[in-house]
């Protein structure tokens, strides 16, 4: 209701699952016959258009020379004249900036856009017992803000306070002990929590492990499986002893007779 002119803040982290939906809307149920959202990575750079649309047409996208190519999408609905949506999936470190959505030419909505990222050196890739190097990173400072890394256990073991003509700012945490559970980095500004950045740490060892247990207990399963199935043919040749004499004097009949049968001409003689 009271977006026209209007400026505000978002805090966004460089995950895969993060979004930003920029949403522009009109007053008083006018209806508009164009509008349009303008991107600028830094407040004193000329804006890009990067979307518009003309009311009942479709919404064109224009990200060329920009890094929202496959980022900036819409609901791929005609331009009704008041509601301008679209949204970026996933939110990258880049997309820091300045968006401001235009209706005709009456300036909307105004949205300082701040990201955080948090990498690791050296990579997942390590083993257990060795020690990574956690930096976590801001785009831009707006205000009195700071950063701040917890541990796995809930406790601050890093905090710096960000000034506006730092580039990219950042917190680093050297020598962090993996499998101390998962780490997280937390934009304050003005003392209040704006942004929490989790780092899951992986260990490939515990992977090796469960991968080294579940074939242990595969072969074991394999072994007891072989040892149920011959016990359960001795147990049944155990309870069937006259089947198998009878079958062995059978043969043994059969054989005797053939034996005498070839050995005795005149008895071969008359069985012809």
């Known amino acids: 209701m009271y977006l026209y002119n209007g400026r505000y803040t978002l805090y966004r982290s460089s995950t895969d699952h993060s979004e930003l939906h920029l949403v522009c809307s009109g007053s008083y149920g006018r209806s508009y016959s164009r509008a349009e959202w303008f991107w600028s990575p830094h407040p004193h750079q000329q804006l890009k258009l990067i979307a518009s649309a003309e009311r009942s047409q479709p919404i064109i996208i224009n990200v060329k020379g920009t890094n929202f190519v496959n980022r900036l999408v819409t609901s791929g609905k005609l331009f009704d004249g008041k509601d301008f949506n679209v949204r970026i999936v996933p939110v990258v470190f880049q997309d820091a900036g300045v968006y401001a959505c235009y209706l005709e030419q009456n300036r909307f909505p105004t949205i300082d856009l701040i990201t955080v990222k948090v990498t690791a050196e050296p990579s997942d890739a390590v083993t257990e017992g060795d020690n990574v190097t956690l930096t976590c990173s801001v785009s831009h400072v707006i205000g009195s803000m700071r950063l701040v890394w917890i541990n796995g256990d809930g406790k601050r073991v890093g905090e710096k306070a960000l000034t506006w003509n730092e580039k990219s700012p950042s917190l680093v945490i050297q020598k962090a002990e993996r499998g101390r559970g998962n780490w997280r980095c937390v934009l304050f500004d003005q003392d209040l929590p704006r942004l929490f950045v989790p780092y899951y740490q992986k260990d490939n060892m515990r992977d090796i492990r469960i991968i080294i247990v579940l074939g242990y207990l595969v072969i074991k399963l394999a072994v007891a499986l072989g040892l149920i199935c011959c016990s359960w043919r001795m147990n049944r ?34 069985n012809e």
Request: contains cysteine.
């Open 237 to 270: 040749s155990c309870r069937n002893p006259r089947e198998v004499t009878g079958n062995v004097t059978n043969n043994s009949n059969e054989a005797v007779a053939m034996q005498t049968l070839n050995s005795d001409p005149d008895l071969r003689d008359q």
